[in-house]
């Protein structure tokens, strides 16, 4: 199986609070799991990945969690703002051989100021 | 960061009609993908290369056909549009990262 489940579907915040968005995947070759997040009429970006040598990163707000047993990660914006209001979308890959990419059914996060 | 081109930007098409959708690459990355946006659904992966001339299917590959001409150029055809197949369209190239086109939303009445 290569399904990635991604919740909550919809998630709404208060400005200043922490929002969490979890994934699971079923590969277990999984190595490679980035955050993508889109805003409406734009194309997905990358803003933080990580890979299965890892448990944790962060970069500026965000950290990501990975518990490879559980064939669980997870991104934790802290501090929200209204300007992290968008789509999100969490991906695993298997990345030796075919770079085979499978996302998430995506997050959509509204800050309410 | 790398760029990825797609055209048309808009498309609007009747069933039965043939599409075909244009992607090009100026990174000279390996990887290319087709994928298909839907709300509740996310991005689901159509087709992927890994070079020109190369083709895999992905998930969701009924009634579309891909084909990559060039390191730089990867298309996707549709045949016979149908109304299930309106949708957005993203083309993205990776070196392990992917970066995403600006997509392409298509019609099909």
């Known amino acids: 199986g290569e399904q990635v489940e991604q919740l909550p579907s919809i998630l709404r915040v208060q400005e200043g609070s922490s929002a969490s968005i979890n994934c699971t995947y079923e590969?277990?070759?999984?190595?490679?799991f980035p955050w993508y997040k889109q805003e409406p009429g734009e194309n997905p970006k990358l803003i933080i990945d990580?890979?299965?040598?890892?448990e944790r990163k962060q970069t500026q707000g965000l950290i990501v969690l990975l518990d490879k047993k559980a064939k669980r990660f997870s991104l934790h914006i802290t501090d929200t703002q209204p300007g992290d209001s968008a789509m999100y979308f969490c991906?695993?890959?298997?990345?030796?051989?075919?770079?085979?990419?499978?996302f998430g059914a995506g997050t959509r996060l509204k800050v309410i100021a | 960061e790398a760029a990825v081109t797609q055209s048309p930007r808009n498309k609007v098409t009747v069933t039965g009609g043939n599409v075909t959708l244009s992607c090009r690459q100026t990174?000279?990355?390996?990887?290319m993908y087709w994928y298909r946006q839907d709300t509740g659904h996310g991005l689901r992966l159509i087709h992927y290369?890994?070079?020109?001339?190369?083709?895999q299917i992905g998930d969701v590959p009924d009634g579309y056909k891909a084909t990559r001409t060039t390191q730089e150029d990867f298309f996707l055809l549709l045949e016979l549009a149908s109304p299930s197949q309106t949708s957005l369209y993203f083309c993205?190239?990776?070196?392990?990262?992917?970066?995403f086109g600006h997509g392409t939303k298509l019609s099909v009445l």
């Open positions: 993205a190239s990776s070196d392990e990262r992917l970066f």
């Open positions: 290369s890994y070079g020109a001339g190369n083709l």
């Open positions: 590969n277990s070759a999984s190595n490679y």
């Open positions: 990580i890979r299965s040598n890892m």
């Open positions: 990174n000279s990355h390996n990887y």
């Open positions: 991906a695993a890959s298997v990345n030796t051989g075919n770079y085979k990419y499978v």
